[in-house]
């Protein structure tokens, strides 16, 4: 069984940045794509960035443009660097690695972010 442990978040204010941290239990580089999520109050849970088994990643809405996800085989963790932010950016963020191989649906514990003006 994976584990995935999220750490990081917490508060900022507009125009600051932040830096999410999930790390796995084990090592599932190249057997499962690694997915960042947004759940904002009221609203459907977003995709914020991916990065993929073949190490390539890519970007949904929520913070295009100023969210990076990266990724540390090392450390079996990756990472969302949050800059710019936004009060729109207010939500929980979910790392999950949800997809690739068939058994891959492993989620972190969620981590609050909270902008405020």
């Known amino acids: 069984q994976v584990q995935l442990v999220q750490s990081g978040g917490g508060s900022a204010q507009v125009g600051g940045s932040l830096k999410l941290s999930c790390t796995s239990s084990?090592?599932?580089?190249?057997?499962?794509?690694v997915v960042w999520y947004q759940q904002a109050p009221g609203k459907e849970r977003e995709m914020v960035a991916i990065?993929?088994?073949?190490?390539?990643?890519g970007y949904g809405n929520p913070g295009k443009g100023r969210f990076t996800i990266s990724q540390d085989t090392a450390k079996n963790a990756w990472y969302l660097q949050m800059s710019d932010l936004k009060t729109e950016d207010t939500a929980v963020y979910f790392c999950?690695?949800?997809?690739?191989?068939?058994?891959?649906?492993?989620w972190g514990q969620g981590t609050q972010v909270t902008v405020s003006s």
């Open positions: 999950a690695a949800d997809r690739g191989a068939r058994d891959c649906n492993y």
């Open positions: 084990r090592n599932i580089f190249g057997y499962c794509d």
């Open positions: 990065i993929r088994r073949d190490g390539t990643a």
